[in-house]
C-alpha cells in the first residue's frame, strides 16, 4: 500500500471506516462497500453528481478522464481541493457529499436493474 493511501485513511478518519482496492493502476476507495472516491493520477478524486457537482466546480476541480480508443471518457469523479487534506472536518464534509452521490448512483442503477424489460432505457 502506498503512503499516499495509508494518508487516506487518516485523513477521512472523521468520515468513518474506509477501505481501498487497487484498480487499474489506481485505488477505489470505499466505506460499506460503496466506491466513494478514487486515488489515480497522483490525484484523489471523489463521486460526484447533480447535487454536489457545484461545490467542485466552485474550486475549479476537474473532472477524471482517461483516453479509451483514442477518445477522451469523463468519470463522475471530480478531483478534490488540495486544503480537504489537511482538515479532517472538511475531508469528512467532503467524503460524505461524495459518498452519498454514490449512494444516488447505485439506487438509480438498482431501480434500473428492477424495472420491468420494457422500462429499461
Known amino acids: ?3 499516499f493511501i495509508e494518508f487516506l485513511h487518516e485523513v477521512f478518519a472523521g468520515f468513518g471506516d474506509i477501505t481501498t482496492r487497487r484498480m487499474f493502476g489506481a485505488h477505489g476507495i ?3 462497500g460503496l466506491m466513494f472516491g478514487l486515488y489515480a493520477q497522483g490525484r ?3 463521486k460526484t453528481d447533480t447535487l454536489n457537482r457545484q461545490q467542485f466546480t466552485d474550486q475549479q476541480c476537474e473532472a477524471f478522464t482517461f483516453v479509451q480508443r483514442g477518445k ?3 468519470l463522475s469523479y471530480w478531483s478534490a481541493p488540495e486544503f ?3 482538515d479532517r472536518e472538511l475531508a ?6 461524495a459518498y452519498d ?3 444516488r448512483a447505485q439506487e438509480a442503477k438498482d431501480r434500473l436493474a428492477n424495472a420491468p424489460p420494457w422500462r429499461k432505457t
Not at 92 to 97: E, P, Q, S, T
Open 1 to 3: 500500500m502506498s503512503d
Open 30 to 32: 470505499y466505506r460499506n
Open 44 to 46: 484523489l478524486y471523489l
Open 72 to 74: 477522451p471518457v469523463k
Open 84 to 86: 480537504i487534506l489537511d
Open 92 to 97: 469528512a464534509a467532503w467524503a460524505h457529499r
Open 101 to 103: 452521490a454514490a449512494m
